[in-house]
């Protein structure tokens, strides 16, 4: 088996904002503002095979990562159903991208975009160091969730509402008590609501379980709103002119 694809691998582990990390962060930025100069494009075309390709990639990446675990022995119920937001996310992401589905855009605009920036900040790598798959593979999902709803806003003109706010984070709420539900039945913890990850993530800032619970939820909302307000603004100023 070719190194970087190895379970045991035998390189340098992942190191939180080192050069590595840092450059795969840049990375993910640089395809994010690319898109604004693609909006200014008159070409149709161009943007259909990026969009299709987008979704593509999403899909394709996916598919190897279960592959890999399943490989290697690794998928189980308790860890790889298609439970935490990202991993939804991608495939939500894909199928917005193909149909072009607003629906899914409110959801993926505020909980894709705020829920892939958490594990790209502070990514679930374990031994997995730069230039194996593993991480590369996550940050070409969290990246392309982002990236997917940029691109339904910035390229093809989609935007969120107040409304979409108010129906985001109820239906996330209602999402949340569910999984929780099926954490107890099978012993797991998809979305981290029975205790936090054995890695270092944005939630060790947050307090004991359950106040990280609570805490989280605050952030969230405080998220929803960074992310509407260039749209309330803009609103705003539109009121303003007429």
Same mark, same amino acid.
């Given at each position: 088996? $070719?190194?970087?694809?190895? *379970?045991?691998y035998? +390189? ?11 450059? !795969?962060l ?18 149709? *075309?161009l943007? %259909?095979?990026?969009?299709?390709g987008? !979704?593509?990639?999403? $899909?394709?990446? @996916?598919?190897?990562r279960? /592959?890999?675990?399943?490989?290697? @022995? ?10 935490h937001?990202? #991993? ?8 917005m991208?193909?149909t ?10 505020f ?11 502070t990514?679930?790598a ?20 982002i990236?997917?709803a940029?691109?339904? !806003?910035?390229? @093809?003109?989609?935007?969120p ?6 129906k985001?984070? $109820?239906?996330?709420n209602?999402?949340? $008590? ?8 099978? %012993?797991?913890?998809?979305l ?13 800032f947050?307090?004991p ?6 805490n ?16 309330? /603004?803009?609103?705003?100023? +539109?009121?303003? #002119?007429?």
């Amino acid at each position: 088996m $070719i190194p970087y694809f190895a *379970k045991d691998y035998t +390189g340098a582990p992942f190191v939180l904002f080192d050069s590595a990390h840092l450059t !795969a962060l840049g990375i993910v930025l640089l395809v994010n503002v690319s898109l604004v100069f693609l909006r200014k494009s008159s070409s149709s *075309k161009l943007k %259909d095979w990026i969009r299709h390709g987008l !979704a593509i990639l999403l $899909i394709v990446n @996916e598919i190897a990562r279960q /592959v890999w675990l399943i490989y290697y @022995e690794q998928w189980g119920i308790q860890w790889n159903l298609p439970l935490h937001l990202c #991993t939804i996310f991608v495939w939500l992401s894909a199928y917005m991208l193909i149909t072009k589905n607003y629906a899914i855009f409110e959801f993926g605009y505020f909980l894709g975009i705020g829920g892939a920036l958490q594990p790209l900040l502070t990514p679930d790598a374990g031994i997995y160091g730069f230039p194996h798959f593993y991480p590369v593979q996550l940050f070409i999902s969290h990246g392309g969730i982002i990236a997917a709803a940029v691109f339904m !806003a910035v390229v @093809e003109g989609y935007r969120p509402y107040w409304s979409s706010i108010k129906k985001v984070f $109820i239906w996330g709420n209602i999402y949340l $008590i569910f999984v929780t539900i099926i954490n107890l039945l099978i %012993d797991s913890n998809y979305l981290y609501t029975l205790h936090k990850p054995h890695v270092v993530t944005l939630l060790d800032f947050l307090g004991p379980w359950p106040w990280y619970l609570v805490n989280a939820e605050i952030i969230a909302l405080i998220i929803f709103l960074l992310l509407y307000a260039p749209y309330a /603004v803009r609103d705003r100023r +539109g009121i303003r #002119t007429n």
